[in-house]
Antibody, heavy 118, light 107 residues
Framework: EIQLQESGPGLVKPSQSLSLTCSVT?????????WSWIRKFPGNKMEWMGYISNSGSTNYNPSLKIRISITRDTSKNQFFLQLNSVTTEDTATYYCAREDNNYVMDAWGQGASVTVSS | DIQMTQSPASLSASLGETVSIECLAS??????LAWYQQKPGKSPQLLIYYASSLQDGVPSRFSGSESGTQYSLEINSLQPEDEGDYFCQQSYKFPLTFGSGTKLEIK
């Protein structure tokens, strides 16, 4: 059974970078699927941030394109989110997920709450 | 970006009742619509994909339908464990976009 688990700092200062790790067990991220980051803001709005494919290519939400980077470490079966120049508006719960061939998320992590505050 | 307008924002219903949640797409998404359930403190779970296909393991009391650009999730015979948030997602065009969510309370 696949499991995804987010980890990283729960508090980030404005203008700094937000970095999160998604550790995947039960499936090898190079075997297939795309590996996504999604965030849920206070008030429940959800935003798809982007993915890294099983071959290592990336696809980002244009609204974040200049600030976001998704990378991976295949030896550890992990993928990562970096979001630069954060503001208080980036305060959210961040989820990693597996995205299937139809661009539907069929497995999600538990979520990591990140607050941007000085 | 494709806008997904979801309604209602909240819903309260009794055990055994049937409820319906709607999502209206701002353009044709050709059935590329998924529904998710999120229980309090838990991660989202995929219920339905491609508008009406039930994900493995999801009870048959959940069903999806479409009419033009309007998509519906129906839950029959409400159970206590159905309480939670429900949201739709279009998978037709990037960036993928979500509805604003519906909070379902079981009375």
């Amino acid at each position: 059974e696949i499991q995804l688990q987010e980890s990283g700092p729960g508090l980030v200062k404005p203008s700094q970078s937000l970095s999160l790790t998604c550790s995947v067990t039960g499936y090898t991220i190079t075997s297939g699927y795309d590996w996504s980051w999604i965030r849920k803001f206070p008030g429940n709005k959800m935003e798809w941030m982007g993915y890294i494919s099983n071959s290592g290519s990336t696809n980002y939400n244009p609204s974040l394109k200049i600030r976001i980077s998704i990378t991976r470490d295949t030896s550890k079966n992990q993928f990562f989110l970096q979001l630069n120049s954060v503001t208080t508006e980036d305060t959210a719960t961040y989820y990693c997920a597996r995205e299937d061939n139809n661009y539907v998320m069929d497995a999600w992590g538990q979520g990591a709450s990140v607050t941007v505050s000085s | 970006d494709i806008q997904m307008t979801q309604s209602p924002a909240s819903l309260s219903a009794s055990l055994g009742e049937t409820v319906s949640i709607e999502c209206l797409a701002s353009e044709d998404i050709y059935s590329n619509l998924a529904w998710y359930q999120q229980k309090p403190g838990k991660s989202p779970q995929l219920l339905i994909y491609y508008a009406s296909s039930l994900q493995d393991g999801v009870p048959s009391r959940f069903s999806g339908s479409e009419s033009g650009t309007q998509y519906s999730l129906e839950i029959n015979s409400l159970q206590p464990e159905d309480e939670g948030d429900y949201f739709c997602q279009q998978s037709y065009k990037f960036p993928l976009t979500f509805g604003s969510g519906t909070k379902l309370e079981i009375k």
